[in-house]
């Protein structure tokens, strides 16, 4: 759902720009609760493992393909601020060196593919959470439930833009039901995705799902009188002993970032995604700009020059998911230590 330059007015472009701005700075306030010293590098891989699934398109109907979004399952493994963070970072990229996603669209795809998918996949598996009995199938249905319903309401959100300052001829109604029909299957695609990545870190390493915390063991706590009470841990911190090393799961998980992104990524469908296939089917495309960074050496994920096409799909994917775990880890990084500084400030504070 990478909208290109061209499709809404520079009004409309403006204002998401600056609300994705706004919630970005929101965000970043947020992610300090949500990141400590083994989450930071997690959310890295995140943002990685967004990348380069992004890349594989599935086919959901005839002539028309989905790829996953990523907002909610970003927000089940690393908590909804960092996911929103994480996404950003995927889309930043994308533009910048891959020449997808309009400049000028940029502030609305951050909203529609960081902000909106976070926002309503966390919310949703929360409430799923809630409702189900306590428990990893909980975590897992909650994971598909909200990663599914995040999809529509993202092409929802698109829709009312385009109602408001949409550059097209076009209904507002017909472009609602072609991208909520579409959506709705790339919704299925992306929900089966993320279950079944939440479930596979579950399997692994449950103390590095934020949103299985629940499911951490109750804290016995002994009073001076020899009294008993139960906390629940909460926060990043609360995760067994036994899965404290990150390295060899981080290692594991970058290889397959990097699988997926530099070999996978040569047989994804190769038919439009949801938008793509709209916009082709009603009109939406004439109103496409090219793009300013289309000459780019990495454009359309792949390598100038590099005449073999499945070495150069592999070598732009993995060049991507190098360069999203680096400046995706610096990012957390940054935002990790200046929580460490403020805390280890505050009492020198208190005392002045």
Do not use: K
């Not at 993202?154 to 001829?169: E, K, N, Q, Y």
């Amino acid at each position: 759902m990478h909208v290109p330059d061209g499709f809404f007015t520079a009004s409309v472009s403006i204002a998401a720009g600056v609300a994705a701005a706004g919630g970005v700075a929101v965000c970043l306030r947020g992610a300090r609760r949500e990141l400590d010293d083994r989450t930071a590098p997690m959310a890295g891989l995140v943002a990685a493992f967004v990348f380069a699934a992004q890349m594989l398109n599935f086919p959901v109907a005839a002539g028309t393909s989905g790829h996953l979004l990523g907002g909610a399952l970003a927000a089940v493994l690393v908590g909804p601020y960092t996911a929103v963070l994480a996404v950003t970072v995927v889309l930043l990229i994308q533009a910048l060196l891959f020449a997808d996603g309009g400049l000028t669209a940029l502030g609305v795809n951050i909203v529609l593919m960081a902000i909106v998918t976070a926002v309503v996949g966390w919310a949703v598996f929360r409430l799923v959470v809630r409702v189900l009995p306590r428990g990893r199938p909980a975590i897992v249905a909650g994971s598909f439930a909200g990663a599914l319903v995040s999809v529509p309401a993202s092409a929802l959100v698109f829709t009312l833009l385009f109602w408001i300052g949409g550059t097209a001829p076009i209904e507002v109604g017909t472009v609602a039901a072609a991208m909520g029909g579409v959506h709705v299957l790339i919704g299925i695609g992306e929900g089966l995705i993320t279950a079944l990545t939440v479930s596979s870190v579950l399997a692994v390493r449950p103390d590095l799902v934020y949103g299985a915390r629940s499911l951490a063991t109750p804290l016995v706590l002994r009073t001076p009188d020899g009294a008993t009470t139960t906390a629940e841990p909460s926060g990043p911190q609360a995760a067994p002993a036994r899965t404290r090393r990150l390295a060899p799961f981080g290692l594991a998980a970058l290889a397959v970032s990097l699988l997926l992104a530099g070999v996978v990524s040569f047989y994804a469908s190769g038919d439009p995604d949801g938008l793509e296939r709209v916009a082709e089917d009603h009109g939406l495309n004439a109103a496409e700009q090219e793009h300013n960074l289309g000459g780019s050496p990495l454009a359309d994920y792949g390598v100038a020059g590099v005449e073999n096409e499945r070495l150069s799909v592999g070598l732009a994917g993995i060049i991507g998911v190098g360069v999203t775990v680096a400046v995706g880890g610096a990012v957390f990084y940054a935002a990790r230590r200046r929580t460490r500084d403020e805390t280890a400030g505050t009492p020198d504070r208190a005392h002045a």
